[in-house]
């Protein structure tokens, strides 16, 4: 994981939205908040599970 994504996952769990480029979230970061919401999963934290999945729809639709 690289370290913007790493930011972003720090962000997710503060609560704070993600912004990024397009170039940015397609490469690296959609992959790492689906790895995130899927671990979340894992250990039974649905809150953050649902955050990061919304973060994803959000910045699916605003990115194409």
Same mark, same amino acid.
């Given at each position: ?11 997710? =769990? ?5 912004? $990024?480029?397009?170039?940015?979230? =397609? ?6 908040? @689906?790895?995130?919401?899927?671990? $979340? ?5 649905? @809150?953050?599970? =649902? ?14």
């Amino acid at each position: 994981m690289t370290e913007d994504a790493r930011k972003i996952i720090d962000g997710i =769990r503060k609560g704070n939205p993600i912004e $990024c480029s397009a170039e940015a979230y =397609r490469s690296e970061i959609r992959d790492a908040l @689906v790895r995130f919401a899927l671990d $979340c999963a894992d250990s039974n934290d649905a @809150v953050r599970m =649902r955050i990061a999945l919304a973060e994803v729809n959000r910045l699916d639709n605003e990115h194409g």
